[in-house]
């Protein structure tokens, strides 16, 4: 059996029933901006919620304060169980995070990129565990080329393999799929999918992408000015706001900040 078919391993230094991700009353005010503005939520374990809303609406700063790697003005985080950034030791090797943003070493090839972060994760039998990830990801063709070299979609790929290595039982996604085109975006979703079926992993996927969200997420939140708009079942939001599609309602959410903007 290999690491990434394993059953997933009891949390035993998580208390029993605790979520995935706690957070309450999260603020972060940077100098004259609010980017999150008293948030709270809990995600269950082995749930796929997608975080929405526009452009600066405090999504990427509410990732980064559940990774520990923004301080918060205010509120709590709590990971696996956890405080953060306080027990960030306890929980950081069991967790990982996305970005086609994030940059990896450009002059490194994919294989040595891969070989550092799972040392970091201290990955056991890491020669297989890059070769398995390289077959499921279809990386085999560039593994040995220089990051730098590759394209968007494939560094989008190897940045997956990279949140991968070390078979987290959380994953933080900011937008996975952008730079994909239709048919490898659809694969990498169904990657996701079967990952978090068999692993029991826990994803929180920050998502411009409403077919994605609508696919993938059992639940929404969707913040607007560092605040929660809406947080329900996709299904239930769009009966909401009376529509057929979570683009209308992400629409419907944008213009009713314009019709406020304009009050
Ligand atoms: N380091 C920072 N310093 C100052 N302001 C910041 C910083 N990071 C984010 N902000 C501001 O905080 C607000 C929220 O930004 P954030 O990146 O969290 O939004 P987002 O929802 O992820 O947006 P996008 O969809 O554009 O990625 C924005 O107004 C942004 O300009």
Known sequence: MTQYDAAPTP????PPGS???????LTKVYKTTTAVDG?????????????LGGNGAGK???????????????????????RMPDEAAAVLGR????????????????????????????VEHLKERIAELA????????????????????KTRVALAKALINDPELLLLDEPTASLDPDTADWVRGHLER????????????????????RLCDRVIIMKRGRIEDDDSPAQIMARYNRSTLEEVF?????GRDREAAQ
Request: some cysteine.
């Open 19 to 25: 979520p995935a991700i706690s957070v309450s009353r």
């Open 195 to 214: 990952y978090c079926q068999r692993r029991g992993a826990t994803i929180l996927l920050a998502s411009h992408n409403m077919l994605e969200v609508e």
């Open 60 to 82: 990427t700063t509410t990732i980064a304060m559940i990774m520990g790697l923004v301080q918060p003005t205010s509120g709590e985080v709590e990971v696996l169980g956890h």
């Open 135 to 154: 077959a499921q990801l279809d990386l085999t063709d560039f593994i040995d080329r220089a990051n730098g070299k590759l394209s968007a979609g494939q």
């Open 251 to 255: 629409l419907d959410v944008a213009r």
């Open 95 to 122: 967790m990982n995070f996305e970005s086609p943003y994030v940059d990896m070493p450009m002059r490194l090839t994919v294989r040595q990129n891969l070989t550092i972060f799972g040392r970091l994760y201290a």
């Open 11 to 14: 949390s035993s230094a998580s």
């Open 39 to 51: 948030v709270s939520f809990a995600i269950r374990r082995g749930s796929i919620t997608g975080l």
